[in-house]
Nanobody, 122 residues
Framework: VQLQASGGGLVQTGGSLRLSCAAS????????MGWFRQAPGKEREFVGG????????SYANSIKGRFTISRDNAKNTVYLQMNSLKPEDTAVYYC????????????????WGQGTLVTVSS
């Protein structure tokens, strides 16, 4: 199973980016898909996720109302649309998947993408 995250880059405060997480070797709709981020010197933080099957999203309070998670089953890809970006959103963003566990606990996740860097300038 491979997860390939992409879409990061440099954006100004208030701007938008859309991250993608494409999977091979596994059907994403069979797993809970999560997005995490890790800023320099900080622990990995749950951003949001989307449940298997119904695709119900869950979000961390810090990004609620600004970020949206969606899934395209035909493309086997999960997206993280990030709007109204702030400098504190600067981090490496990771996608990950698991079948059973605690959705906001990184230890529950079985597979991880390589990460994509998002930098928000002030």
């Amino acid at each position: 199973v491979q997860l390939q995250a992409s879409g990061g880059g440099l954006v100004q405060t208030g701007g938008s980016l859309r991250l993608s997480c494409a999977a091979s070797g596994r059907t994403l709709s069979s797993d809970f898909m999560g997005w995490f981020r890790q800023a320099p010197g900080k622990e990995r933080e749950f951003v949001g996720g989307i449940s298997r099957g119904s695709g119900t999203p869950s979000y961390a309070n810090s990004i609620k109302g600004r970020f949206t998670i969606s899934r395209d089953n035909a493309k086997n890809t999960v997206y993280l649309q990030m709007n109204s970006l702030k400098p504190e959103d600067t981090a490496v963003y990771y996608c990950a998947s698991f079948y059973s566990g605690i959705y906001n606990d990184p230890a529950s996740y079985d597979y991880w993408g390589q990460g994509t860097l998002v930098t928000v300038s002030s």
